[in-house]
């Protein structure tokens, strides 16, 4: 694999390297599991937010782990927008992305990205029902659509969920060896050519 250094992954590595958003609680056990399991084989660390369980609030915890994070992998489902805490997490990483400090790479799990950047159907209707002051919705619909512009990856129906997996790990791998602490969005730009596809 090239590299624009011989730094390794590991020489590179914070607390946590990726941050993993996501909604579907059946997920967990199943593609995100198989996603996490890849990453530690890897010697790849991540974050997966539990707090919610533990009462714990966002501020103190997650946004921390966000923005030391260099990478952020948003997996996007049908319910995503279900969640205001999932709306939350997605806005500070869009702050991060703004700000050069993290990498931002969309799953779309058995969702199109035009669902997402028109909030159609279920998506746009659970969004809408959220009971939210106009302003932190206008920022939280800001961050929605700014993601399908966003290279990233289509897991379809029918896809293969163990080679979308492989195909994350292998984009995260490549992120991590081309980012610098300067400016991480330098890492997508030189590597999205072979992999992200929208």
């Known amino acids: 694999m090239a590299a624009s250094s011989s730094s390794t992954v ?3 590595q914070p607390q946590y390297q990726v941050f993993i958003s996501f909604r579907r609680v059946g997920l967990r056990d199943g ?6 399991n ?7 660390n991540y974050f997966i937010d539990n707090s919610e369980v533990r009462g714990q609030p966002l501020e103190d915890v997650v946004f921390k782990r966000i923005g030391t994070s260099r990478i952020a992998l948003v997996i ?5 927008t ?14 991060c992305v703004d700000e050069g400090k993290m990498v931002a ?4 799990y058995k969702l199109e990205p035009s669902t997402v950047r028109h909030m159609k159907g279920a998506f746009g209707d659970a969004f809408t029902n959220l009971e939210e002051s106009d302003e932190t919705k206008r920022k939280w619909k ?3 659509k700014s993601i399908p512009e966003l290279m990233g990856i289509i897991v379809h129906e029918e896809s293969y969920e163990r080679s979308a997996v492989n195909e994350i790990v292998e984009g995260v791998q490549k992120v991590l060896q081309f980012t610098s ?10 590597t999205n050519g072979d992999f992200f596809d929208r």
């Open 181 to 190: 602490v300067s400016n991480p969005r330098d890492a997508i730009t030189r």
């Open 76 to 80: 996007l489902t049908s319910d995503y």
């Open 82 to 95: 279900e969640s205001a805490r999932r709306l939350q997490q997605l806005k500070k990483i869009k702050e």
């Open 38 to 44: 890849a990453l530690v084989n890897h010697k790849i």
């Open 10 to 12: 590991d020489e590179l």
């Open 31 to 36: 593609f995100v599991n198989h996603l996490v």
């Open 105 to 108: 790479i969309p799953i779309f």
């Open 142 to 144: 800001e961050a929605l």
